[in-house]
């Protein structure tokens, strides 16, 4: 499948910003199961720019403008062709987990923040879970599956700053909250996993040519002798619609963009994501 992104996010200030200094990660990964054939940021007003891979190895475009501004246009447009193959079966045992060549390899993937620890109250089933699993890959499953049936999909329900306990405790938010939920579960029963930023087109049978409103995308991986993929948020395994951009540790490593500006008091904010089936 391949598909064309075009993510554009636009700033307009209360004032003129005298500068602004920014971070964007929106450039998909090239990896075996997905190729980017081409990929382009544009910034409005022109910047000056610098490129690097972060500590995850996601690729970052550092931007400044430093021309006094009232508006301000970020516009990331991406072909990519992607072919994913189903994930094989678990494979590590539970005493693998123990082993330095997973838990001090992958000791990031481990930690626990406020952002995604579990409640006290998902704990007890998460217990449950790591006793009836008999490979940790299984409890990664099935605790993809409890966060998809015990929390609904909310736009709005959450703010970007919300934790993994505030959308378990109303049941509701939006994939960033479900991502975390499953990532904060699956690191309190040893399992390292990752947060992972991209795109999802959102029709399970999209027509070529069509261009269809979308918006980013979260999901997790979680180690298995290689990373493993799933989209609690859908209850499927990540396939071609899927696009990753970024991993991390979780949402904090991956922000599309991210930055600080000077002279405005206040900045409004609109995104718009289009997903093209190209072939």
């Known amino acids: ?24 990660r929106m450039t998909p990964q090239t990896t075996p199961e997905q190729i980017v054939v081409h990929t382009r940021l544009e910034v409005t007003p022109p910047p000056w720019t610098f490129e690097y891979r972060d500590y995850f190895g996601n690729e970052v475009t550092a931007f400044e403008v430093l021309d006094p501004h ?11 062709h992607t072919q ?30 406020d952002l995604v620890a579990p409640p006290a109250d998902l704990h007890e089933r998460l217990a449950a879970i790591r006793r009836d699993a008999g490979r940790p890959g299984e409890a990664a499953r099935a605790v993809c599956e409890l966060v998809n049936a015990e929390v609904e999909y909310q736009s709005g329900a959450t703010e970007v700053t919300s934790t993994a306990a505030d959308a378990w405790q ?41 261009t269809t409103p979308g918006e980013s995308h979260a999901w997790v991986e979680w180690w298995d002798d290689g990373w493993h993929g799933f989209d609690p948020t859908n209850d499927l395994e990540p396939g071609e619609r899927w696009v990753v951009v970024a991993t991390g540790r979780d949402y904090l490593d991956v922000k599309p963009l991210s930055g600080i500006f000077s002279g405005a008091g206040t900045s409004s904010m609109f995104v718009r994501v289009d997903v093209t089936l190209l072939a």
């Open 1 to 24: 499948m391949q598909l064309r992104i075009v993510h554009t996010t636009g700033f307009e200030y209360d004032g003129k910003a005298t500068a602004s200094y920014n971070q964007a």
């Open 170 to 210: 109303q049941r509701g938010g939006v994939c960033q909250d479900m991502a975390h939920l499953v990532i904060g579960g699956l690191r309190s029963l040893g399992i390292p996993t990752r947060y992972v930023s991209g795109y999802l087109h959102p029709q399970a049978d999209p027509l070529v040519g069509e």
């Open 84 to 113: 994913r193959r189903r994930a094989p079966s678990p494979t590590l045992a539970w005493d693998d987990l123990r082993t330095p060549e997973v838990a001090d390899r992958w000791t990031e993937y481990l930690a626990m923040n």
């Open 70 to 80: 009232e508006q301000m246009t970020v516009t990331a447009t991406s072909t990519v």
